[in-house]
């Protein structure tokens, strides 16, 4: 369904907008100080929830469990593959695809919203130390309206050796709906650890650190 709505919206006019609204966080996961896999948390809009909540639960107990989240993943998810899930992930200004999309779990909060759990696996690992990450999360059509949550959007897990915090901007190189949106990236920055045990590990007010949580900045 979520596919299905991207292929609607390609090669729509400029006077267009979104009909669909995505919050979302990441979180960047490391193996020996490496980036190895990102695991995306989405949540949709009320009304494409709505949607989604009618077609899929079947028993309408406002959860989706086993073939419920198995019927999501295939009908709903799957073909996001295709745009990459929505999220660029770039080294030195280059793409990076990935490897596959795993650990998909679909739930409905309190408030009835849909939310997508998800891993993407990169096919090489990447060193922050010696490469330029940025990482951002939009649909090139516009047609659905990803942003970043402004509550935690980019955490860090198994940075052991490494202390990493982000800085968001617009990314005016890569701009998309007819070069009228600059999307937002989260540029990575990471560092040896040298901090002492039981330190702060030296970063600033507006740096983040490892966490087992994830956490909408604009997206233009």
Known sequence: MLASVLWAGSGV???????????????????????????????FDDLFSLTLIDQFDKNHDLRFFDEENTDVHDNA??????????????????????????DFKADITDDRRVSYDFTLTLKEPLDPIKDAVALSVYDAEFYIDVAFTQVDPI????????????????????RIYFDLVSPIRADLACQNEVADAGSD???????FVSAEQSGRSTSQ
């Open 13 to 43: 006019p400029a006077s267009a907008h979104p009909h669909v609204w995505i919050d979302a966080d990441a979180q960047m996961i490391f193996e020996d100080d490496k980036i190895t896999a990102i695991r995306l948390h989405w949540v």
């Open 77 to 102: 998810f799957a073909l996001l593959s295709e745009v990459s899930w929505l999220t660029h992930l770039r080294r030195n200004e280059e793409l990076v695809t990935f490897a596959g999309a795993t």
């Open 155 to 174: 955490l860090f897990k198994g940075n052991r050796h490494l202390k990493c915090h982000y800085e968001m901007s617009e990314d005016e190189k890569n």
């Open 201 to 207: 590990h030296g970063l600033s007010a507006g740096d």
